[in-house]
């Protein structure tokens, strides 16, 4: 089968590392019943197709899911529980006078009484551990055959690694497997190896979890009784950046945090992200309904914007536009009265918002007739995200094989996944 390390190591450096979770991603079981559903049957209906799966094929597809997930994402919070994009009126959204240093949102429900604002300062981020090994020559050989083993003690547990080397491996060779073993434990460390421009490299092994707890000296420990030797050559029994708690401010007064991320009031979900000036505080308030519905059309906007964009692209490469056709589709459609609500289209076919224009018909006699084409859009931009989702090859260029026989058709249940209909061909 095609290189699948290849599909996998594009979705970790891609989007592996910015990825987060949205509350809009838990579902219900009738929901995910739902789901399998529209993939049997987008399976029961797909013909048998080949497809060259080059670099840009792949890609393509992963980006396409992880447009999906965003737009899906998007357009669920504009539900403004299930009003319509006008319940976004009724929801408080917090806004930071310093989003560089402080960003902030609105967690508690929106019938709670309204909480005041507030002045935030960071005096210092939370911190994780860091061990940063001795560099050793890479093309060296330092260590002898055999087997080796350490322990790592965590305030929680101890965990043991083991090794071994033939002679053959050098220095280098050695530091990568033992990153490779720590990475793989997923106990809650990051190992790199450090590789300077004269020929050296190192081990360097960082902690996850940020800031020590009342009791801890440390969050993790390496140390090794028969393997001592090999364990102090390679420079990781020792900690060179202790983890620190996060200190800031909370009008004037001093708190400390284990992490940069925590949740002040039950109500308001904070990341630190930088030192602010002593006489500069961060405020911490909320946004006019004007400005909200703004940045929430916006947002939508984009997530049209980006599966355009992305279409476009795969188009100029293999010439097959069907996803952007379909993106255009929804603005052909709708786009008169988009117009009107203050969504405007640029030369390149992608979406701005004209706010002074949206903030007029929000508030005047046309209101009704606005939200309307707004929520006709966002249902739109819904629906392109649940089709790509559901299977993306439908918009990948490829050979038809063999129809279905119509009225015949059966769900297989073992070609339930996005590769729906799916025949790879390494030399087509």
């Known amino acids: 089968m095609a290189a699948i390390d290849t599909v996998y190591n594009y979705y970790l450096t891609t989007y592996g590392k910015t990825n987060t979770s949205s509350r809009y991603e838990s579902h219900k079981k009738s929901e995910l019943r739902d789901v399998y559903n529209r993939i049997v049957k987008s399976n029961k209906e797909e013909p048998l197709y080949k497809i060259n799966m080059n670099d840009d094929a792949e890609k393509f597809v992963i980006d396409l899911k992880e447009e999906a997930r965003n737009a899906k994402n998007i357009t669920s919070a504009l539900l403004g529980d299930g009003k319509g994009i006008e319940g976004v009126l009724d929801q408080k959204i917090a806004t930071s006078s310093q989003e560089d ?87 809650g460390i990051n190992a790199d190896v450090i590789s300077k421009g004269d020929g050296t490299s190192a081990l360097k092994i960082t902690s996850k979890q940020t800031g020590l707890a009342g009791g801890e000296d440390f969050l993790f420990k390496i140390q090794s009784g028969s393997s001592w030797n090999e364990v102090h050559a390679l420079g990781i029994d020792r900690i060179t950046e202790p983890a620190g708690s996060a200190i800031f401010t909370l009008n004037g007064k001093e708190h400390k945090a284990l992490s940069n991320d925590f949740t002040i009031n039950n109500a308001f979900e904070i990341s630190l992200s930088g030192i602010t000036k002593g006489d500069n505080p961060v405020k911490i308030g909320f946004k006019a309904n004007v400005d909200s519905l703004g940045d929430s059309v916006e947002r939508l906007t984009n997530a049209y914007n980006s599966f355009l964009k992305l279409g476009k692209r795969y188009s100029a490469t293999n010439g097959y536009n069907r996803l952007s056709n379909e993106v255009t589709g929804i603005w052909h459609t709708m786009g008169e009265k988009l117009t009107v609500a203050g969504i405007e289209e640029k030369e390149d076919g992608t979406l701005t918002v004209n706010r002074d224009k949206l903030g007029e018909r929000m508030t005047g006699e046309g209101k009704e007739e606005t939200f309307q084409s707004l929520n006709s859009f966002r249902n739109a931009v819904s629906m392109e995200a649940e089709k790509v989702s559901v299977n993306p090859m439908k918009y990948v260029d490829k050979l038809v094989v063999e129809y279905k026989n119509p009225g015949r058709t059966f769900a297989a249940p073992y070609a339930s996944s996005l590769y729906a209909g799916l025949m790879i061909n390494e030399g087509l």
Do not use: W
């Open 101 to 187: 240093k402080v960003s902030v949102e609105y967690v508690a429900d929106n019938n709670t009484a309204e909480a005041d604002s507030f002045e935030i300062g960071v005096k210092k981020l939370a911190t994780p551990q860091v061990t940063m090994g001795n560099f050793l020559k890479s093309s060296g050989r330092s260590f002898e055959v055999g087997n080796f083993s350490f322990d790592m003690d965590t305030p929680q547990n101890s965990y043991e690694f083991q090794f071994e080397t033939d002679g053959s491996e050098t220095n280098l060779d050695i530091q990568k497997k033992i990153a490779r073993l720590m990475n793989r434990s997923e106990i």
